[in-house]
């Protein structure tokens, strides 16, 4: 990032990449280039910047922009485009991009044209790979003098941040600027939409905000998403389709559409297409139904074909989707000059900026590795695997099957280099449970530090270490899970689309998986073994003795106190023992 500046050499991954003061700032520059009604309201004080005065910020740049789309465009592409050449900017189509993305790896290909620039350099991606412009970001951007931007353009079934940008800022527009409340329906494929997976944060400019979800159920708003909006404050109701939703008496005054994005979706719902369609098509007929001023969006180019909105609404006051793609030129001069260093000097911050998901690469939590009492005359740890002078570890994959036990001793080994001598095995403990245990002869504090017993405590959290000496235990530590999980052997991220996933074929980025509290998501397997149950409830301090050590558990059992792993690039959801590739 550039210090000069709060948004020179920044990346836009997601929308919350930028705080609601800095989007603020976004949309009040953006009002004021356009060129709008001279007394709507004005959204930030202290921008005090006319129209002429941005027109010559925003030109004569000599930085570089290359435009790497792997998949088909034409609004966001063209719009960044001319958004750039207004700035002045050198352009490059960056054409073979799809073999980028199937042949090359996309870290060197943008390394290489990135030192091609003496300038700042930014990259516009849209991708079918997952969390890109995340690990460009820590890849490249960290590492490089000119400060490059990376911009998500749109990166599988994600997130799709200056699009949403766009949508509110002509939200805002069509409500004057302001921002006391706001009631939208968001109707189409809601399951495969990248915006309006993005509103989930950008609708937090607004105070008061009423969503309704209009949606077949193949393709329905994720449940994440929806808790999400929730947890936001945004009221939020359900309907199966624009006929159910038309039945009853609050309708929404703006409508967004999502395409129906056949090529996303699974096998069952694309042999339930029709049946989608017919759910989200809006008939002429219903137009009365409809409450005075109502204002459609939707993305251009449509479905000929088979569009959502009819032909002969165009020229109804109902059709406000021309002016929003429109909308996408002047949104992005102004990001595009913010981004450059142009825009921001005068930005006063008055919120904190978004506070990074990942902890720091090397974390200090002292919780995950504790250390504990060897109290006297207990009975000696050790005894299954008598020892005089060494290491013992017990309570690994405690409450686990055999079969799971056996492959963390393997993961033990394999990862921590384990290859000496030494003795393992599977038993059942008192309260006839699994666990694995582990002897290592002759072992110091000097061999285990503080580091490999981090790095341990990733592998196997819930466990205890032992220090032996003279048959006695002389000191020992409980191991949780680390905040954070990555350049670890046989770690990996479950969702196929991410950029980390081996199918992506992008060997140099290495999983990064970091510590949530817990909540539902339709990414996460049905059932979790009660096992994980306690180990989560381990992470957070809990008390969870008791229950079946079979049986498992639904997610919806798990409560507030427990933990999932989230791909720093993707985001995707796991449940820890999800993130080991058997």
């Not at 008496?249 to 297409?273: G, P």
């Not at 369609?277 to 251009?300: N, Y």
């Not at 301090?541 to 409560?559: H, I, K, N, Q, R």
């Amino acid at each position: 990032m550039d210090m000069s500046n709060p948004f020179g050499g920044r990346t836009i991954h997601l929308v919350s990449d930028l705080s609601l003061h800095e989007q603020l700032y976004l949309y009040e520059k953006t009002r004021i280039l356009k060129g709008g009604d001279p007394k709507s309201t004005q959204l930030l004080t202290g921008c005090t910047d006319t129209k002429k005065d941005l027109a010559d910020k925003t030109k004569g740049s000599e930085a570089a922009m290359y435009l790497m789309f792997a998949e088909d465009s034409t609004r966001t592409k063209d719009s960044f485009r001319n958004a750039a050449q207004y700035h002045g900017m050198k352009v490059t189509d960056f054409t073979d991009a799809k073999d980028v993305f199937g042949k090359e790896t996309v870290t060197d290909v943008v390394k290489m044209l990135n030192s091609y620039n003496t300038n700042r350099s930014l990259f516009v991606i849209r991708s079918p790979m997952e969390g890109v412009c995340r690990w460009l970001e820590s890849a490249v951007g960290s590492k490089s003098d000119t400060n490059p931007s990376f911009i998500n353009a749109g990166d599988g079934r994600h997130t799709h941040p200056t699009l949403e940008f766009v949508d509110i800022f002509s939200l805002l527009e069509m409500k004057n600027f302001d921002r006391s409340t706001i009631h939208l329906a968001l109707v189409g494929d809601l399951l495969n939409g990248r915006t309006a997976h993005s509103k989930v944060d950008g609708l937090k400019i607004f105070e008061d905000v009423t969503i309704d979800l209009v949606a077949h159920k193949d393709v329905a708003y994720p449940i994440e998403y929806r808790a999400k909006m929730q947890t936001n404050g945004f009221k939020v109701r359900e309907f199966s389709s624009i006929e159910e939703y038309l039945s009853q008496s609050s309708v929404a005054d703006v409508w967004s559409y999502s395409r129906v994005q056949t090529s996303r979706m699974s096998e069952e719902a694309k042999a339930n297409e029709d049946a989608i369609r017919r759910a989200v098509t809006f008939k002429s007929a219903w137009r009365s139904k409809l409450p005075e001023g109502c204002r459609f969006l939707q993305t251009l180019p449509r479905d000929r074909v088979k569009p959502l909105i009819p032909f002969d609404l165009d020229s109804d006051s109902l059709a406000a989707w021309e002016v929003a793609s429109g909308n996408g030129y002047w949104v992005r001069i102004v990001l595009l000059g913010m981004l450059l260093g142009t825009l921001g000097k005068d930005f006063v911050p008055q919120s904190p900026k978004p506070s990074e998901l990942v902890p720091p690469i090397n974390p200090t939590a002292p919780d995950f590795v504790r250390s504990a009492p060897a109290e006297q005359g207990e009975k000696d740890a050790a005894a299954l695997l008598p020892l005089d002078n060494g290491v013992f570890i017990d309570e690994i994959s405690q409450g686990a099957e055999p079969g799971v036990c056996w492959h963390t001793i393997e993961s033990i080994r394999m990862v921590m280099r384990w290859t000496g001598l030494g003795s393992q095995g599977v038993y059942l403990s008192e309260n006839d449970r699994h666990k694995a245990v582990m002897s290592l002869p002759g072992t110091t504090k000097a061999d285990l530090g503080e580091n490999d017993l981090k790095l341990l405590a990733a592998i196997a959290p819930g466990s205890k270490v032992n220090f032996i000496e003279n048959g006695k235990i002389s000191s020992r530590y409980e191991l949780s899970t680390p905040p954070r999980i990555y350049g670890i052997p046989n770690v990996g991220c479950n969702n196929v689309n991410c950029v980390s996933h081996k199918l992506s074929n992008q060997p140099d980025v290495k999983p990064d998986l970091v510590r949530v509290p817990f909540y539902v998501s339709t990414a996460l397997k049905c059932k979790l073994p009660a096992y994980e149950i306690r180990l989560s409830g381990q992470m957070a301090g809990l008390s969870l003795d008791g229950g079946s050590d079979t049986e498992d558990m639904s997610s919806a059992d798990v409560g507030s106190g427990h933990h999932l792993f989230v791909c720093r690039y993707c985001m995707w959801p796991h449940f820890y023992s999800d993130i080991w590739i058997k």
